[in-house]
C-alpha cells in the first residue's frame, strides 16, 4: 500500500520520532498534520516538514481538546501517536517512596492520551486506515524500580490488540522503540549510551529515522493488525 495522497495524523509529531515520522511520510507523497502541547514547536516543525504539512496544538489530556484538534483535523487515512511523557518516573524509585497520585499521572498522556486521540478519530478514520501506537522496551524488559512505567508500556501493547479486534477492520499495530537518539537523551554522555547497548547484537543506540520504518509499514502493511513492532538493536533478546 502506497502512503501517497494518504493523510496523516501524527500526535507528538513535532520532535524526536514522531517528527522522524512525518518527515518520511511526506517524503513518500502524504499529507501530514501534527499535533503538540507547545503551539510554538508545532509552528516549528510545519515549518521544517514544508509543503504538504500543517499542524495545530491540542493538549491530549484535556478531551475537549483532542474532541476539538481532529474537527480542525477532519477526514483521515492514519493516526499515528507518538506522544510521550513519562511525568516524574523517568527515574528508578523504590515503590516505597512513590507517590501514588503523581504515578496515576504518569499515566495521562501515553494511555490515557492516546485512547483519548482514538476515540476521537475514529469518526474521521478511513474503514481501510490504521492507528499506530507507541510503547517502549521495559514492557518487555522490566527493570528495578521501574514497576510502573513497565506496567503502563504493558497496557499499550494490550490496548492494541484489544483495538485491533474492537475496530476492525480499521488496524491497529503499536511500535516499540528501545533508545533511539531524540532530545530524552542529549544528556547522556556517548560513553554512557555505549556502555547501556554494549550487550545488544547491534551494539549502539538507534536513530529516529530507523524506528520511523517500522510505523511506515505499520501504516503500509494492510494484512498485520493487533501487532507490537520492536525496534530494539535487538535488546530484548540478550
Avoid at 483521515?76 to 497520585?101: E, M, S, Y
Amino acid at each position: 500500500m502506497s502512503l501517497k495522497g494518504q493523510r496523516i495524523a501524527v500526535i507528538g509529531g513535532t520532535s524526536g520520532i514522531g517528527f522522524a515520522v512525518a518527515k518520511a511520510a511526506l517524503a513518500e507523497g502524504a499529507e501530514l498534520v501534527v499535533g503538540s502541547s507547545n503551539p510554538q514547536n508545532v509552528e516549528a516543525a510545519v515549518g521544517r516538514l514544508g509543503g504538504g504539512a500543517s499542524g495545530h496544538a491540542v493538549d491530549v489530556k484535556s478531551e475537549a481538546d483532542v474532541e476539538a484538534f481532529f474537527a480542525k483535523v477532519g477526514a483521515l487515512d492514519h493516526l499515528v501517536f507518538t506522544a510521550g511523557d513519562w511525568g516524574g518516573f523517568r527515574n528508578a524509585r523504590p515503590l516505597t517512596d512513590t507517590d501514588l497520585i503523581e504515578a496515576r499521572g504518569g499515566f495521562d498522556v501515553r494511555f490515557w492520551g492516546a485512547l483519548t486521540a482514538v476515540k476521537h478519530a475514529l469518526p474521521r478514520l478511513a474503514r481501510t486506515g490504521s492507528i499506530v501506537l507507541t510503547n517502549g522496551t521495559v514492557a518487555h524488559r522490566p527493570q528495578k524500580g521501574r514497576p510502573i512505567s513497565t506496567a503502563m508500556a504493558g497496557s499499550l501493547e494490550h490496548l492494541t490488540r484489544a483495538l485491533a479486534v474492537d475496530l476492525a477492520p480499521i488496524r491497529v499495530n503499536a511500535v516499540c522503540p528501545a533508545g533511539i537518539r531524540t532530545d530524552v537523551w542529549k544528556s547522556v554522555p556517548e560513553d554512557r549510551l555505549a556502555e547501556m547497548t554494549r550487550r545488544q547484537p547491534l551494539p549502539r543506540i538507534g536513530e529516529p529515522e530507523e524506528v520511523a520504518e517500522a510505523y511506515l509499514y505499520a501504516m503500509r502493511g494492510g494484512y498485520t493488525t493487533g501487532q507490537v513492532l520492536l525496534v530494539d538493536g535487538g535488546t530484548t533478546i540478550v
